[in-house]
């Protein structure tokens, strides 16, 4: 069974601790995103990799990076976290290809105090 | 830029009634489109797809065509069950091989029995 897991289901840090988000995938995919989802707002992507050590800008980088040393595992960083980024985060993987469907991890919701 | 845009909701309706969710998209080129749900407490799985205009995506009795004439996407459902209670996501992959994808706000359903 294909699987997309992520470090933490619940998380909660103090404004200006930096957290890190872990997002393993075991499907040997190439794409690796991370997303976060807010009511009313859907899915907004924040950064996203093709390949190990590549990564692109999404739509809302800002206040967050990525690392990707290895191919299954995709980091999201909060440098200084802040209440703004009180928020559900996804990761997600595909296959290299534009058809390929993306799987997803459950998810962490994360609390900045 | 491409753009996704889903009915308000949530939507609540008895068991065995019919479901639509409407769903229309902006987007340069010919974009494969996506419908994704997320029952509580999980991360998103994909429901089905269309990747060119006056496809069919099916499955679990949920039908959506992709229609390029009215840049919609809407999906159907002939019978609603309780377990179809969740939070339904259109999404749209524009071209390029990144995979990227562009996803609506959500639609939260609720089944009462």
């Known amino acids: 069974d294909v699987k997309v897991t992520q470090s933490s289901r619940y998380l909660v840090k103090r404004t200006g601790e930096k957290v890190f988000l872990e997002c393993v995938q075991d499907?040997?995919?190439?794409?690796m995103f991370w997303y976060r989802q807010d009511p009313g707002l859907g899915l907004r992507l924040i950064y996203f990799s093709y390949d190990v050590k590549m990564k692109e800008k999404g739509d809302i980088p800002e206040g967050y990076s990525v690392s990707r040393e290895k191919k299954e595992r995709f980091s999201l960083i909060l440098e200084s976290a802040s209440t703004n980024q009180t928020s559900m985060y996804l990761c997600?993987?595909?296959?290299?290809?534009?058809?390929?469907?993306?799987?997803f991890g459950p998810g962490t919701r994360l609390t900045v105090l | 830029g491409d753009s996704v845009t889903q009915m308000e909701g949530p939507v609540t309706l008895s068991e065995e009634a019919f479901l639509t969710i409407n769903c229309t998209y902006t987007?340069?080129?010919?974009?494969?489109l996506f419908w994704y749900v997320q029952y509580p407490g999980e991360g998103l799985q994909l429901l089905l797809k269309?990747?060119?205009?006056?496809d069919k995506g099916s499955n679990k009795g949920f039908e959506a065509t992709y229609r390029k004439e009215t840049t919609s996407f809407h999906l159907e459902k002939g019978s609603v069950q309780v377990s179809d209670s969740a939070v339904y996501f259109c999404a749209l992959r524009g071209s390029g091989n990144t995979g990227k994808l562009i996803f609506g706000q959500g639609t939260t359903l609720q089944v009462k029995p």
């Open positions: 499907m040997d995919h190439e794409n």
């Open positions: 987007a340069t080129g010919y974009p494969s």
């Open positions: 997600a993987s595909s296959k290299r290809g534009s058809y390929n469907e993306q799987f």
């Open positions: 269309a990747t060119k205009a006056d």
